[in-house]
């Protein structure tokens, strides 16, 4: 028998005995402090307070064994699966999102061809993604695959344009510490005093995100971003201005694709 089980038989044990003591009567020469039950029997007052006690004590166990099931699914269920509240509403199921990287895939391996950016790879961030999954993609076009996914996060924004948690808001304004959308070239290898200490210049291509350099909207990492997901918990909103955040180890990895690419990669934010 498990815990459980276990759980609910001593409960149900527990009742029975509450149920058999609540037919208890006083009597007069009874001795003090004790009552006398329908069949004769003698049952003192600690009798039923231990009774009692452990009734409270089977169904706190219970509800503990519950609470305590609830949270080991949520956090072994596959990340992919569908969260029961309101966020079911804007998430991404998985082979929807499988089929949005192809698709935009294959539009940025066009656009690379057209305008001299590298063709090996590029980077796909889709903001439709929860927070907590991965929902940074660097793409090899060569084997048309996801080589590689991490956590990024979105700009906080501030003032009466502020986002949330659930939902992002976009902005191309200088100091609204939004995201911009669409499609960007990485410029420049510099330092950063965030991370790895390396954060790459990114310039917007559209007029979504033609500020984005004069905003410093760079790539780079913070040591606090975990490099697994997290899923239900989001990644916490104060940890970009507006640039694409992602985790040391991911950074590293990209640094070094980055540094071997004689062509701007793409790097591609979409919602």
Not at 2 to 28: H, Q, T
Not at 260 to 266: D, E, F, G, S
Request: charged share 25%; hydrophobic share 40%.
């Amino acid at each position: 028998m498990d815990r459980r089980n276990f759980v609910k038989a001593f409960a149900l044990a527990g009742a029975a005995a509450a149920i058999k003591i609540s037919g208890v009567f006083e009597k007069d020469d009874a001795p003090m402090g004790d009552a006398l039950r329908a069949d004769g029997y003698h049952v003192g007052r600690m009798d039923i307070l231990i009774a009692l006690v452990l009734i409270a004590f089977a169904l706190i166990s219970s509800n503990s064994g519950n609470e305590a099931s609830i949270a080991q699914q949520v956090h072994e269920s596959p990340s992919d699966s569908t969260p029961a509240n309101h966020l079911e509403k804007v998430e991404v199921p998985a082979k929807t999102r499988n089929a949005r990287i192809d698709e935009k895939a294959k539009e940025a391996l066009s656009f690379c061809k057209a305008n001299e950016c590298d063709t090996g790879f590029c980077v796909l961030i889709d903001m439709k993604i929860h927070s907590g999954k991965y929902r940074m993609f660097i793409y090899d076009f060569k084997n048309q695959e996801v080589e590689k996914k991490a956590l990024v996060t979105h700009g906080a924004g501030r003032g009466d344009r502020v986002s949330t948690d659930a939902a992002p808001l976009f902005g191309n304004e200088k100091g609204s510490w939004l995201t911009s959308l669409g499609k960007y070239k990485t410029g420049e290898r510099d330092y950063s005093q965030w991370g790895i200490n390396v954060h790459y210049k990114l310039h917007g291509l559209e007029t979504s995100n033609s500020n984005a350099f004069e905003r410093l909207v760079v790539l780079h990492s913070y040591t606090p971003v975990p490099s697994y997901e997290i899923y239900p918990f989001y990644l916490p909103m104060q940890w970009s201005q507006g640039c694409p955040v992602t985790d040391d180890e991911t950074m590293a990895w990209l640094d070094a694709k980055l540094e071997n690419t004689k062509q701007p990669v793409l790097l591609w934010i979409f919602y």
